[in-house]
């Protein structure tokens, strides 16, 4: 059960009942093959737009000597830095809930290779298919709602400084299938000293569509209609990441460098090339009091234009969220089975802001009882800050078996 503080629009979903069914089988072949599948079941009784029955995976795994090969609908997670990852470019998401996306990932039919020498691994993947992200439907509070009023490009010379504007989502445009839409990845991946490491190479589509924008003003200047056209674009991007320990602290850091299709920085819909990366370390205190364990991570992320063009982001741009963000994690354990949890961040540009605080406690074996609280708050012109109606209150049940 998902219940909000505050009640807005009635045509907006104020709080929720759903129920999520996750079937997983595995079957051995024989000792060099085995095959398996996941299948999810939603139900959302107050956002239907989220229902699903939806075959996550389903693929078949060979091992052959130094070779492992898995082919069919599988999920990708790249990247050792936390809740954040530049190199992660292969997983598209489910969006429908910004702040729910826990076991979200989208699968993609693909084939993967891994090759074992000594330390190393190389990695490398093909798909000929794209999956794009889901989004919000306009019925639901995760919405971007659009601005009304624009300025009037001919005022002064006519009109007022503003005017009304409406707005057209026009039909997506897809890469087409064909082969020279395919999507490459390849990752090595080491030990070294201490030091787990990778650096990977991606070339495919982001799963974030360009909205590509016509505007239509009438004659005299009092109103104008907005056709708005998402395009998904290719891109490359080259990464690394890191995580060792020195003494009780773990240390981590990931970073990507995207190359995008506007390098000239001609288009405005089109991202400009641009670096992000993050830097964490954790650390675990035993016995701050009597039988309790408490986990703290802090992380910095930040995204750098190379080369600077002043580039400015629509605030509703999900692949530039954070540009300057400090992000923490606390889990304070009693004993094996009762926590509580702690998540934030915080963009010190906009200075906006999300907390989620949790309690996690396991009942039985296999059954979870979880309460989370999430509290949003920033100006309008940020990320999170339109969104400040939506602290909410959840409880969730979990059974595995």
Sequence with gaps: ?????????????????????????????????????????????????????????????????????????????????????????LTSWDYTDFLDTEDERLGLISARVDYYFGDWILEGILAPTFKPSVFPDADSRWFSEMKTEIPNPQFPAIGQPTIQASYTLAPSVLPEKSLNNTQYAVKLSGIYRGWD???????????????????????????????????????????????????SIGLRGEAAYYLTEDWSGTDPAIDDPYLQYALGAD????DVLPGKDLFVLL?????????????????????????????????????????????????????????????????????????????????????FGPFIDNHRAQVKLKYSF
Excluded: C
């Design 1 to 89: 059960n998902i219940t909000y503080f505050k009640n807005v629009d009635r045509n907006k979903t104020n709080g929720r009942n759903q129920a999520i069914l996750q079937l997983e089988l595995q079957h051995l072949v024989n000792p060099k093959a085995n095959i398996f599948g996941s299948v999810e079941f939603r139900n959302d009784q107050a956002d239907a737009s989220r229902d699903r029955v939806y075959l996550d995976e389903a693929y078949l795994n060979l091992y052959l000597g130094s070779f492992d090969i898995r082919v069919g609908k599988q999920i990708y997670a790249w990247g050792r830095a936390d809740g954040f990852n530049p190199t992660d470019n």
């Design 197 to 247: 490491f990778s650096f990977s190479w991606f070339d495919g589509f982001d799963d974030l569509p360009a909205f590509h924008t016509k505007t239509i003003v009438d004659s005299g200047f009092t109103s104008a209609e907005i056709i708005l056209q998402p395009r998904y674009h290719r891109r490359r991007a080259i990464g690394a990441d890191a995580a060792t320990a020195v003494g």
């Design 283 to 286: 650390r675990t205190f035993s």
């Design 299 to 383: 992380q910095w992320v930040q995204e750098v234009q190379i080369p600077d063009r002043q580039t400015v982001y629509r605030i509703t741009d999900l692949n530039h969220v954070f540009r300057k963000s400090v992000m923490g994690k606390a889990d304070l354990s009693f004993g094996e089975y009762t926590k509580l949890t702690f998540e934030g961040i915080f963009n010190v540009e906009t200075e906006d802001w999300w907390v989620q605080l949790g309690f996690d406690k396991s009942i039985v074996d296999g059954l979870n009882l979880f309460a989370i609280v999430d509290l949003l708050g920033g100006p309008q012109d940020s990320f």
